[in-house]
């Protein structure tokens, strides 16, 4: 381009650096924007359950339930945790309540509902727990659904182990990690060591804890015996809670979905 004469060039520089720097924020916006707009169902140590059909969390009050009065009395304390964390931190209110729901394993309950059972071997394997989580077919949104805990976690104190404050905590954990599946997160766990194979555990971790979605377990080893120390409990301090860097922000990037997925 031909210069004025008698123009300095400073100016023109000025100008073209300030094109750049319009150019770039241009892009930066226009990311922005795809952001704002796109619903996202990954993301560092969270991933929504769409295989199941859950897509979004809809921000309507969700409710805790019992199959019977055994599963109430064992299992509404394992839900209090939890449940407040999801009204408190992702703004869902989810209520632990009294209720009794016949609604049988086959069939999804009311709208908003999960249903807690007490069961013995609900697999037919030992030591393993499910959820059968529900979508509302319109929107693909978090319906509700059943939780079925295996009854082996309480009926024998040391399931997890020899220490009674790991058994409780990983019983939290467990709790917790089915309601986290009826609420629409998936396993998070990824190939972190590029061997090819997602394994058992294979999750983030920040401060040494890893999303309580990470299976089995947390991700966590069964309890070892060591030598000098006796039992020792992994990393349990958070026992039952979903984790602020990867649980909760999953659960809120999804009930952020349910309006993108309008738009
Ligand atoms: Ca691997
Ligand atoms: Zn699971």
Redesign the pocket.
């Known amino acids: 381009m031909p210069r004025l004469k008698g123009m300095p060039r400073k100016p023109s520089r000025t100008v073209r650096a300030l094109t750049t720097l319009l150019g770039a924020l241009g892009g930066v916006l226009a990311l922005t924007a795809a952001t704002l707009t796109s619903p996202v169902y990954s993301g560092t140590g969270w991933k929504a359950l769409t295989t199941e059909g859950i897509y979004s969390l809809s921000p309507d009050p969700y409710e805790i339930v019992f199959a019977d009065t055994t599963a109430r009395t064992r299992l509404a304390k394992y839900f209090l945790l939890p449940a407040a964390q999801v009204t408190r931190s992702v703004g869902v209110p989810i209520t632990v309540t009294t209720t009794l729901d016949l609604t049988p394993l086959g069939t999804c309950p009311p709208r908003h509902r999960i249903v807690v059972h007490y069961l013995h071997q609900p697999l037919g394997q030992p030591g393993m727990s499910q959820a059968r989580p529900c979508y509302a077919t319109g929107n693909g949104s978090a319906w509700g659904g059943h939780i079925l805990m295996d009854s082996e976690y309480w009926t024998i104190p040391t399931w997890f182990g020899p220490d009674p404050a790991v058994n409780e905590a990983r019983r939290k954990d467990a709790s917790t990690h089915e309601l986290g599946h009826i609420l629409g997160l998936d396993h998070p766990n990824t190939?972190?060591?590029?061997?090819?194979?997602?394994?058992a555990g294979?999750c983030v971790a920040k401060d040494w804890l890893k999303p309580v979605m990470c299976s089995p377990n947390r991700g966590l080893p069964w309890p070892t015996v060591e030598e000098t120390t006796g039992p020792v409990a992994y990393n349990f301090t958070e026992p039952g809670k979903f984790s602020k860097d990867f649980d909760l922000p999953g659960l809120r990037q999804l009930l952020a979905n349910y309006v993108l997925r309008q738009g």
């Open positions: 190939d972190i060591d590029r061997d090819g194979t997602v394994e294979e």
